[in-house]
């Protein structure tokens, strides 16, 4: 495990010893999963396969009136009948701590380390198609939040990305971001008016020499509880990005501007969720620079018994680099239905359908993918005083 990880895990033993161990409650989950499905083109690769997934996994949850510590672990043990050079084994690592020992602030620490392949985090997080390369990434998201007053609250964060890749066409990156967020819950009680202002700084090793892009937000929001069961967010701001990459070893300054918009519709019935989700922002990607992001994503869940419960959720992805080290333009769009019968109390069945379709949008070149699957998931929650 890296360094940092031992760090932030010391650190929040610490914030969370401070509040008195002998009073917590601890939570030990073991859990596992094994799922079976069939995949019509792997990777993208044009070749279908049947794929078996294991993935067994351990939390643990401990909490105090004033602390609370959440870690976990767990595998990916991947294996296909047929393209036996593609199975391989993930890990993930996550630990997380909040402590609040008085009414006027808070503070917590957060890291996660993964060690896993390119591919399935790029289509998720920006809809990329992305060569199965080894990739190990950590992060750390310190916080400390100052309580004003029963209505106004000051949050200053840090956030640390540092990602290595195996394959060499893939170069390495580390980002350190901060952010300062003031907050204000208005009179109706039911609205909360806040403010963003941040930077990111992200640097991507270069054979040429680094490429460095450097984006700063200014990001007005405001949240509403419209009813009981519905409520929204919507957050919009500037964005201005200073970038310095070297062309044909010539270093070479650009400078750009966009609007970063954030916007989250929720609502909640006795059997029906459903949310809605449209986001535009910049990213980190696999190509040695920023990536524009464009997403809407959708969620609709219903409740037909105790036991069966159906879920369906859809998702647009458009994508494109500014041409700094590589002209990228993609869309893609995907939709999964997923029915989930609960055979005991901790013992869960699920059957899905993804189907995912994606373009180049430089060739008009597009590609889809199926995807049918059976899945088993059980847990074992232990509970010590």
């Known amino acids: 495990m890296q360094r940092w990880l031992f760090m932030v895990f010391c650190l929040g033993s610490v914030l969370f010893s401070a509040t008195g161990l002998r009073a917590a409650e601890y939570t030990v989950t073991p859990a596992l999963t094994l799922q079976s499905t069939y995949d019509s083109n792997v990777y993208f690769k044009d070749a279908g396969d049947l794929e078996l997934r294991i993935s067994p996994a351990l939390e643990l949850d401990a909490r105090t009136e004033k602390a609370r510590v959440e870690a976990s672990a767990a595998l990916d043990i991947w294996e296909y009948k047929r393209l036996n050079e593609l199975d391989n084994t993930e890990q993930y690592y996550r630990l997380s701590t909040d402590l609040t020992p008085s009414e006027v602030w808070q503070t917590g620490v957060s890291g996660t380390y993964t060690d896993d392949y390119t591919f399935v985090s790029t289509l998720e997080e920006v809809g990329v198609i992305a060569d199965p390369s080894r990739r190990k990434k950590s992060t750390v998201d310190p916080y400390l939040t100052f309580f004003t007053d029963t209505r106004n609250s000051l949050r200053g964060a840090y956030s640390f990305v540092k990602t290595n890749f195996e394959l060499d066409r893939y170069p390495d990156y580390r980002v350190h971001g901060v952010n300062l967020t003031w907050s204000r819950a208005l009179m109706n009680e039911r609205s909360v008016f806040f403010c963003v202002a941040g930077a990111s700084d992200a640097r991507y090793k270069q054979t040429a020499g680094d490429t460095e892009e450097t984006t700063y937000r200014l990001v007005f929001g405001w949240e509403h509880a419209f009813s009981e069961t519905l409520k929204g967010t919507v957050s919009a701001g500037p964005m201005y990005t200073d970038s310095d990459y070297y062309m044909g070893g010539t270093l070479v300054n650009e400078d750009t501007t966009d609007v970063f918009f954030d916007g989250t519709l929720e609502w909640n019935q006795e059997r029906i969720t459903l949310s809605a989700h449209v986001d535009y922002d910049i990213d980190h990607s696999i190509y040695g620079e920023n990536i524009t992001r464009g997403r809407i994503r959708g969620t609709l869940g219903y409740r037909w018994t105790e036991r069966f419960r159906g879920h369906f959720s859809t998702a647009f992805y458009s994508s494109e680099t500014d041409g700094l080290m ?38 008009d070149y597009s590609e889809e993918r199926h995807r049918v699957g059976l899945q088993l998931a059980m847990d074992w929650p232990v509970l010590f005083d």
Not at 333 to 340: D, E, G, H, K, N
Request: no cysteine; hydrophobic share 25%.
């Open 326 to 363: 590589r002209d990228e333009k993609r869309q893609t769009y995907w939709a999964r239905p997923l029915v989930t019968y609960r055979l005991t109390d901790r013992i869960d069945l699920r059957a899905g359908y993804r189907y995912t379709w994606t373009e180049n949008r430089i060739t």
